[in-house]
């Protein structure tokens, strides 16, 4: 059974599965290079038809990830907390899906699109959460577990709770917007000058500059209770056709709004403190919730507020749960999986695989591909014997490495396939990484990639972290070997590697320790501030000569900017 599943208006993406298996997922900003796009996925679609190696005519269903039959139910718009018009998907939808059945036209139209060729297009609106719930369920270590997942809203939901059993998803609560997690975080990081639905993660880095000094004054806005939450909305106005998110008694309790790009000043880090702080003690508050209600001992979460991964480091460390699943596509691009997954499962009940979680489903080229395109470039780029080894050399020397192998990831981390590396024992190379190479704002954080099994060597506690989605501390005795993966605070938003996850990225790694001792290197996503991460070929060649990388490794290829550099590359060339 040949199943699409699509998303779009926040993240758009589409990801491809036959009998349960995922061929192919990608978020369409990846194409269209514009970061978050939300446009229809046409582009990730057809990426997702030529991994299976079919036609749109051959999909048996399409999973979509809301369900505006909820709001054909509303008496007034008012009711769902927005007056969007996401009935309007009914249309959407299938006029953009239909385009792809060339020569054929509708003869009729149910809930099954009947075209006269005798295909039939069965398009399954999938409630919000419920996409959210299934990306985490069937793609999580383990058949049966508790389900939590937190966002913005979707439909009229903000926060799920669920008990997940073999292909059964049964939803035990939810929190209604404008009730929101996610939404109160945007309010905030909008409030911070930063981008809202984008800028979330510098606010969780900007947060560990300041003190929680507001925290107190923040908690009262948020009222925790035994079945979830209230947000005090009379200082927010995100749940209206406003300007801005906060209204203007938020303003007069926690100052004027910064100006985006404004220089920031104490206030700024102070009040970023405090909202993650509190947002940390509400979503403890869920997940204690749910452990009630659910009874289980595993948790799987998703949701865009589970991309948060000091809150998730807590959560693994307090929450009183054997084991924690945070979806690595958590985000909205992860329901386009999350709703073509309940399709496969929990409508026609195939049954579910057990392959290890993996988020590298996305573009993929051949040697022959790549040497295509370095010849049509005319780079004088080296065949190398082993680029891991070779690449390892280069960062032990300081280098800045773009790293380009085998399938791109779905989500927002890069996971040592569409990477940019570096040393993480130089204190300068988070300064000389921003200024060369990413141009991004000085109090973000860089990630260590560590081999799994020698990450207690570093990082307390070492437990597995594959998706770069939990904050683990460095070891006080550790923080003078990798200042340059070390907050301010004194965490790592650590990666746990292993050989048969990745086994490419694993051996660079290996190499690494081999020659400074130390088993991890520094990972940032292959792309600049503002741009999505790298996806083609084209796309690296780019990104690596508009910045001051040293050297690109890009399949079994490498080119460095330098002759010195390129000297030293022929040491590794082939023959």
């Known amino acids: 059974m040949l199943v699409l599943g699509i998303n779009f208006s926040n993240d758009s993406a589409a990801c491809i599965l036959r009998d349960g298996e995922v061929l192919g997922a990608s978020q369409e900003e990846r194409f269209s290079r514009q970061k978050h796009d939300r446009s229809f996925p046409s582009q990730a679609i057809q990426f997702c038809l030529q991994r299976a190696g079919c036609k749109m005519e051959d999909v048996d269903a399409v999973g979509f990830f809301w369900n505006p039959g909820i709001h054909a139910q509303a008496f007034n718009w008012k009711l769902s907390g927005s007056p969007r018009h996401q009935l ?14 060339a020569g054929d036209t509708v003869a009729s139209v149910e809930q099954i699109f009947r075209l006269k060729s005798g295909r039939k297009l069965t398009i399954h609106y999938v409630t919000h959460h419920l996409a959210h719930a299934a990306s985490t369920l069937f793609r999580a270590p383990f058949d049966e577990g508790a389900l939590l997942t937190v966002d913005g809203y979707g439909e009229r939901t903000s926060t799920h709770i669920a008990a ?6 049964e939803t035990l609560h939810t929190v209604e917007f404008p009730h929101s997690v996610g939404a109160f975080y945007a309010a905030v990081t909008e409030h911070l000058g930063f981008r809202a639905n984008s800028g979330e993660g510098k606010v969780m ?8 000094l507001h925290a107190e004054a923040l908690r009262e806005l948020v009222e925790l209770h035994e079945d979830g939450f209230r947000i005090d909305l009379r200082y927010f106005s995100y749940f209206l056709e406003r300007e ?21 000043e104490q206030h700024h880090f102070d009040l970023a403190a405090s909202l993650q702080l509190v947002t940390e003690e509400i979503l403890l508050h869920l997940a204690a919730i749910t452990k009630k209600k659910t009874g289980m001992r595993k948790l799987g979460m998703a949701g865009g507020v589970v991309l948060n991964c000091v809150a998730n480091g807590r959560i693994a460390r307090e929450s009183g749960f054997d084991e924690c699943f945070f979806q690595p596509a958590a985000g909205d691009a992860g329901t386009s999986l999350g709703a073509a997954l309940w399709v496969t499962h929990g409508i026609h009940r195939l049954p579910r695989r057990h392959d290890e979680t993996v988020d590298t489903l996305g573009a993929s080229f051949t040697d022959e591909q ?3 395109e370095l010849k049509r470039a005319a780079l004088p780029a080296i065949r190398v014997q082993d680029a891991p080894a070779a690449a390892a050399e280069f960062l032990a020397g300081g280098a800045i490495v773009g ?12 996971l040592g396939n569409r990477s940019i590396l570096a040393d993480p024992r130089s204190a300068e190379m988070k300064d000389v990484l921003n200024r060369r190479v990413k141009f991004r704002e000085y109090f973000r954080p860089f990630a260590p990639s560590v081999l799994a099994d020698r990450a207690g060597e570093l990082f307390d506690p070492p437990d597995a972290s594959p998706f770069m989605l939990r904050a683990q501390r460095t070891r006080e005795d550790q923080r003078a070997i990798v200042p340059a993966v070390t907050h301010v605070d004194g965490t790592a938003r650590v990666q746990t590697v292993t050989r048969t996850s990745n086994p490419l990225y694993y ?4 190499e690494f320790a081999k020659r400074t001792g130390v088993p991890c290197v520094l990972n940032t996503s292959f792309n600049v501030r503002g741009e999505p991460i790298v996806n083609s070929v084209a796309d690296a060649l780019k990104c690596f000569f508009t910045t001051d990388m040293d050297v690109l490794f890009v399949g079994p290829y490498a080119l460095a900017r330098r002759d010195a550099l390129t000297a030293r590359l022929r040491a590794h060339a082939v023959g």
């Open 244 to 264: 801005r998110r906060v209204s203007e008694l938020f303003v007069k309790r926690f100052g004027e709004p910064r100006a985006p790009e404004s220089k920031l």
């Open 403 to 414: 790293w380009f192998q085998g399938r791109a990831e779905f989500g927002p981390r890069a």
């Open 164 to 169: 997940g059993r073999g292909l059964e998803i």
């Open 507 to 510: 051996r660079l790694i290996e």
């Open 205 to 212: 880095g900007l947060g560990a500059y300041g003190h929680p």
């Open 370 to 372: 790549i040497a295509e």
């Open 88 to 101: 309007e998907f009914l249309y959407d939808v299938p006029n953009h899906l239909l385009r792809g059945y």
